[in-house]
């Protein structure tokens, strides 16, 4: 597979569950991303990853927790979520690393469209 | 500090008419700044960016010119079709590798 991916599509969650989402790409970047798409929202970026290091975290609540084990897979693992937390949640890598004095391109991937019941 | 400002939605043409997005941002510095798409039911697509002033990208038909004196970058087509339908978000990268994005404007292209 080319580009990034991310599974599932869908889920629908109840609050007291615990479910992961994954992303991957198959790019070579350096930099991975985490953003919320909520309805009548602007995109509103979650955490960065560089080289497995997170750089930023963008006053996100503790129940949503991410995990980089590598420079290719990012991971959101998610509990006890609030209805509000229903969103789309797109992954994103660029090449370089996020940080001062780059402007770098960030490829998506197809999102999660999250549910929380 | 950075922002982006697009123009509401949603916006409705015919087949084959004009289309103009407007983008105007606010930021410190040179940003690069990115035009970005969204099909219905998928993630955001890369359309076209610029890195610096007067550059214009390109794709698809689609144009966008980098204006720094009206800090301005306008989507652009000239004759767009029912495929074009989706939300279309400008954005800028501020050289801390942040995406600004504006808030979306959905475009419905009626046949």
């Known amino acids: 597979e080319t580009g990034v991916t991310q599974t599932p599509r869908h889920l629908v969650m109840g609050m007291t569950n615990k479910k992961s989402l994954k992303c991957e790409q198959h790019?070579?970047?350096?930099?991975m991303y985490w953003y919320k798409q909520s309805a009548k929202k602007p995109l509103e970026l979650m955490f960065v990853y560089n080289f497995k290091e997170q750089t930023e975290n963008n006053s996100v609540p503790s129940r949503f927790s991410p995990e980089c084990p590598n420079s290719s897979h990012l991971f959101l693992h998610l509990h006890t979520l609030q209805p509000e937390d229903s969103a789309l949640y797109l992954c994103?890598?660029?090449?370089?690393?996020?940080?001062?004095?780059?402007?770098?391109?960030?490829?998506f991937g197809p999102g999660t469209r999250l549910t929380v019941l | 500090g950075n922002s982006v400002t697009q123009m509401e939605g949603p916006v409705t043409l015919s087949e084959e008419a004009f289309l103009t997005i407007n983008c105007t941002y606010t930021a410190t510095g040179y940003p690069s700044l990115f035009w970005y798409v969204q099909y219905p039911g998928e993630g955001l697509q890369l359309l076209l960016k610029?890195?610096?002033?007067?550059d214009k990208g390109s794709n698809k038909g689609f144009e966008a010119t980098y204006r720094k004196e009206t800090t301005s970058f306008h989507l652009e087509k000239g004759s767009v079709q029912v495929s074009d339908s989706a939300v279309y978000f400008c954005?800028?990268?501020?050289?801390?590798?942040?995406?600004?994005f504006g808030q979306g404007t959905e475009l419905s292209v009626k046949p």
């Open positions: 994103a890598s660029s090449p370089g690393l996020a940080g001062a004095g780059v402007t770098d391109t960030q490829y």
């Open positions: 610029a890195t610096k002033a007067d």
């Open positions: 790019l070579g970047h350096n930099a």
């Open positions: 954005a800028l990268n501020n050289q801390g590798g942040k995406l600004i």
